[in-house]
């Protein structure tokens, strides 16, 4: 039987054997010891990974799926900054019957509106549809509400329209869209604010009712209904 000197003790040990008998140092030729170092740890890490497949598994299964429920029913943030600008004045307004005050909150809120909305075309911006309507001529008008009495809208008449071009052609395919949505139908739309001195156009004619109905004029270039909402 081939023997070996152990390295701490120096006794003559077997090589079959696991450890020095005199001093118990683990005996590192014994060709038994090598195959159970080599073998325990390799079931030990497919377990770990296993364990941890398992756990990520639950856990995504615990959330519901983004992009049934909750990708295409996020507020856009550029929408969220408008809203929180827009409905902020509405606040302010109702608190005070001071027409002075009234017009500075209305420029507060011009001015802040335009800090965000440098370029005019947005594009995702999430709503409701509160009208539909036509022409005398037969084409579009529609008015998307974001927040309680927040709109943006086409023009209402040809006339008003005439330099702004918000109405929707009835030859094109926007017009065929807007035949099959409903009042009250949650719908994903882009297009661009219409600008009056460089920041976005409210149509209301009195301060009143542009602070607690504000509704802004815009060009829509698609409008989709978010099904399921």
């Known amino acids: ?15 079959e054997a696991h450890a020095c008998p005199s001093c118990g140092r683990p005996n590192p030729k014994s060709q038994n010891s090598h195959r159970r170092v080599r073998s325990r740890p390799r079931f030990g890490w497919w377990a770990l990974v296993i364990a941890i497949s398992v756990l990520v598994l639950v856990i995504y299964k615990g959330f519901p799926s983004p992009t049934k429920q909750h990708r295409e029913s996020l ?4 929408e969220s900054q408008f809203l929180n600008i ?34 005019p075309e947005v594009a995702g911006w999430v ?6 309507d036509s022409t005398m001529s037969g084409d579009g008008i529609v008015s998307i509400s974001l927040a309680p009495d927040v709109d943006v809208a086409t023009w209402n008449n040809v006339l008003s329209d005439a330099e702004d071009q918000t109405i929707i052609s009835k030859k094109s395919k926007l017009f065929a869209i807007l035949g099959k949505l409903s009042n009250g139908e949650k719908v994903l739309f ?7 001195s460089g920041c976005p156009k409210e149509t209301s004619l009195t301060t009143d009712g542009s602070l607690s109905a504000p509704s802004y004029l815009f060009r829509f270039s698609s409008i989709k209904p978010l099904h399921g909402s």
């Open 127 to 132: 709503g409701r549809v509160k009208n539909i």
């Open 75 to 78: 507020t856009p943030q550029q």
């Open 190 to 196: 882009s297009g661009a604010f219409v600008l009056s």
């Open 86 to 119: 827009v409905v902020a004045a509405q606040d302010q307004a109702n608190q005070t019957s001071n027409g002075v005050r009234l017009d500075e909150i209305r420029a507060r809120r011009r001015h802040a509106v335009c800090a965000i909305l440098k370029v």
């Open 1 to 15: 039987m081939p023997l070996t000197t152990c390295q701490d003790c120096g006794a003559k040990i077997s090589t």
